[in-house]
Structure formats: C-alpha cells, structure tokens
C-alpha cells in the first residue's frame, strides 16, 4: 500500500527558513517522481515544485530561488526546503508522487488523478 507522510510544517516569520519532509513507503522509490503541492484557503491548489526518476526538478515561479526540493540519503524521504519565507507561502502543503512522471509533466499528471497524495502538512509564515 502506497504511503506518503509529510511532517516539519510550522509558524514561522516572514524571512525564516523550514525544512519539510515526504516519508514513502509501498513503491519503489527510483520508480517514482515525487512533487509538492500547497492549498491556502479560497485559493487553486498549486504545484510547488517536483523531482522526476531522472534527477530533474521543476519550481512554481513564485518559490524559485527559495524553496529546494530533494532525494536525501534515506532515498525514500524527498525534502522541501523553504527559505526566505513569505506569508503569502502560508498554506497546507502536500506530498504527491506519481510513477515515472516527468518534472514538466507531474503537476498535471498528478491533478488528474493518476497519483498519491499525502495527508498534509500546514505552514503558517506571520509577518
């Protein structure tokens, strides 16, 4: 059975950094791309940033430069670092894998349906 648990949401401040984590388990990892999504109420869900079985990644334009997405040496944990946190960053934030998706492809794939999902992890950032 396919598993995906996010943990390290928190309230921060604006400028502060936080480092989320997607725990797998029931997949083969490499077989699998992995991504982020985040959800702010009265907003559309958004695709925040991917990691493909090739070691490609993807960022939304409104976290580049801030956030990172990566494969730790546990190589079924994927991490999402967050820096220079913004309140507009403030939103549940989900782990999605789908199998052998491309970076350019995930968030969309994954919306439709052909995906997992976790169960979420909130980030509030204050000002």
């Known amino acids: 059975q396919v598993q995906l648990v996010e943990s390290g949401g928190g309230s921060v401040k604006s400028g502060g950094s936080l480092r989320l984590s997607c725990v797998s388990s029931?997949?083969?990892?490499?077989?699998?791309?992995i991504g982020w999504f985040r959800h702010a109420p009265g907003t559309e869900r958004e695709g925040v940033a991917a990691l493909d079985t090739d070691g490609l990644t993807t960022y939304a334009n409104s976290v580049k430069g801030r956030f990172t997405i990566s494969r730790g040496n546990v190589k079924t944990i994927v991490y999402l670092e967050l820096n220079d946190l913004k309140p507009e960053d403030t939103a549940m934030y989900y782990c999605?894998?789908?199998?052998?998706?491309?970076?350019?492809?995930?968030?969309?794939?994954?919306?439709?349906?052909?995906?997992?999902w976790g169960q979420g992890t909130q980030v509030t950032v204050s000002s």
């Open positions: 029931g997949f083969t990892y490499d077989r699998y791309s």
């Open positions: 999605a894998a789908c199998h052998f998706c491309s970076a350019e492809s995930f968030y969309t794939i994954v919306k439709t349906g052909a995906g997992y």
